[in-house]
Nanobody, 122 residues
Framework: QVPLVESGGGLVQAGGSLRLSCAAS????????MGWFRQAPGKELELVAT?????????NYVVSVKGRFTISRDNAKNTVYLQMNSLKPEDTAVYYC??????????????WGKGTLVTVSS
């Protein structure tokens, strides 16, 4: 088992900011591709952002958050971050961290955190 622990969720007013963190232990963090997913009430799980492993740190975002959210990683700290700015009520969801040896969007040999709740009020 490899633990992924998310933190940083909470209640914020629309237009505000939060930074989510996902700390990993028990794995060679730098070789993993990382991602953030979210699941809003009554909605399907959605891939929000990904960042590649140490080779290039390439990032991708779902269109709805592009320009507002930034994914980053600090391999020395075994941590991936999601900086969320200009938050909207529709960003309200449980946010999950995922570590994958392959493609983050696909099932395989991967690890999930338990999630952290982000609530954005109007």
């Amino acid at each position: 088992q490899v633990p992924l622990v998310e933190s940083g969720g909470g209640l914020v007013q629309a237009g505000g900011s939060l930074r989510l963190s996902c700390a990993a232990s028990g794995l060679t963090f730098n070789i993993y591709n990382m991602g953030w997913f979210r699941q809003a009430p009554g909605k399907e799980l959605e891939l929000v952002a990904t960042i590649s492993n140490w080779r290039d740190d390439r990032t991708n975002y779902v269109v709805s958050v592009k320009g507002r959210f930034t994914i980053s990683r600090d391999n020395a700290k075994n941590t991936v971050y999601l900086q969320m700015n200009s938050l909207k009520p529709e960003d309200t969801a449980v946010y999950y961290c995922k570590a994958s040896r392959g493609v983050v969007a696909r099932d395989g040999m991967d690890y999930w955190g338990k999630g952290t709740l982000v609530t954005v009020s109007s």
